[in-house]
Nanobody
Framework: QVQLVESGGGLVQAGGSLRLSCAASGRTFSGYAMGWFRQIPGKEREFVAGIAWSAGGTHYAEAVKGRFTISRDNVKSTLYLQMNNLKPEDTGVYYC??????????????????WGQGTQVTVSS
């Protein structure tokens, strides 16, 4: 079973940048569309960005368009999220997981197990 380990979060001032990574261990995630999600305490986890398995297609939540860029390295089995011009409302715990390349919603995949621990992003105003 693949384990997804997110990293790269931290505390940054508004307008700053962070680059998140999601490493898949156990097997390659080549062939699967992947996405980033975030969750604020008391709220449901929400979609942020997704990328098709070939990296030929990407999709972003309206709130992050033009500021975030998702990418992947299938050789390293690593997913990235470059976040620029961060805003306080971007604060939350960020997770990666498999998504549908059609709806971009999270899809449960037994090969990937449940959600990882995520990485905390805190943007101060």
């Amino acid at each position: 079973q693949v384990q997804l380990v997110e990293s790269g979060g931290g505390l940054v001032q508004a307008g700053g940048s962070l680059r998140l990574s999601c490493a898949a261990s156990g097997r390659t995630f080549s062939g699967y569309a992947m996405g980033w999600f975030r969750q604020i305490p008391g709220k449901e986890r929400e979609f942020v960005a997704g990328i098709a398995w070939s990296a030929g297609g990407t999709h972003y939540a309206e709130a992050v368009k033009g500021r975030f860029t998702i990418s992947r390295d299938n050789v390293k089995s690593t997913l990235y999220l470059q976040m620029n011009n961060l805003k306080p409302e971007d604060t939350g715990v960020y997770y990666c997981n498999t998504v549908s390349p059609i709806t971009w919603n999270y899809v449960s995949n037994p090969l990937f197990g449940s959600w990882g621990q995520g990485t905390q992003v805190t943007v101060s105003s």
